[in-house]
């Protein structure tokens, strides 16, 4: 049984969605604020969070930042927010889909049975991973050693272990199948399509920038990840 915990300060919609998420088999908690709901989060341990932004206490971008310091569990937004900055902001804060209200409830399972199928995948890989020792390649200079193992969806910088999400691992994938190549934001929204419900220009350049803290030895001058002005990026290895 998967467990949910809601983040809802509206209790109708809240109640709503406990009652129907409980008939449907899954185990749920709910709080009306943000501070609860971070702590309640860290008790139940849950397979994924549906949260709305606009919380008493705090904005949902807040409390994706909080949460996101401690957890990697799937968290979807269920917002009467449409504007395309407010899903950027909370994809930029940790927020892993945006639907907004009103929305079909079939549309929000099918949303949520992805994100966890995903998020559980990737912890079986990272486990697998974990088990078995890499072998660290020695640096040459500054400069650091890039390593993408696509069996078990793991990025290694000299030798070691970096966490991604399941969109960065996907442009990380692409980028080292074609190394040089220059991808337009465009083919790389096109591969990120089915992964993303919602992906944009700016939510690619927020995954590039995410990427190169975790590859970079300085992500301001950054020496693998480059961009390719007025068309896009390329790995250079």
């Not at 915990?5 to 969605?17: A, F, Y």
């Not at 310091?69 to 940790?94: D, F, Q």
């Not at 696509?150 to 080292?176: A, C, D, P």
């Not at 301001?220 to 896009?232: A, D, F, H, L, M």
Request: charged share 25%; aromatic share 8%; with cysteine.
């Amino acid at each position: 049984m998967s467990r949910v915990m809601i983040v809802e300060d509206d209790p109708m919609i809240g109640e709503m969605l406990a009652m129907y998420l409980s008939e449907e088999g899954y185990e749920v908690k709910r709080s009306e604020n943000g501070t609860d709901g971070l702590r309640m989060t860290a008790q139940f341990a849950p397979d994924i969070v549906l949260l709305d932004l606009v919380l008493p206490d705090m904005y949902g971008t807040e409390f994706c930042t909080k949460l996101r310091e401690t957890s990697l569990v799937p968290i979807l937004v269920v917002s009467m927010k449409t504007e395309v900055s407010e899903r950027v902001n909370a994809l930029s804060a940790g927020a892993d889909d945006f639907l907004s209200k009103p929305f079909s409830m079939r549309e929000l399972t099918a949303r949520m049975a992805a994100l966890i199928r995903r998020s559980q995948f990737h912890l079986h890989q990272v486990a697998a991973t974990r088990a078995v020792e890499p072998v660290e390649p020695p640096p040459v200079g500054p400069q650091r050693q890039v390593q993408l193992d696509q069996e078990r969806r793991s990025l290694y910088v000299n030798g070691h272990y970096v966490e991604t999400t399941f969109s960065e691992f996907e442009i990380m994938k692409l980028f080292t199948l074609f190394p040089g190549k220059v991808f337009s934001r465009e083919e790389l929204i096109n591969a990120l399509r089915g992964f993303e419900s919602f992906v944009t220009e700016r939510s690619i350049d927020v995954h590039i920038a995410n990427l190169r803290k975790k590859v970079e030895l300085d992500p301001k001058e950054p020496q693998y990840i480059k961009t390719v002005w007025g068309v896009g990026y390329k790995f250079q290895p």
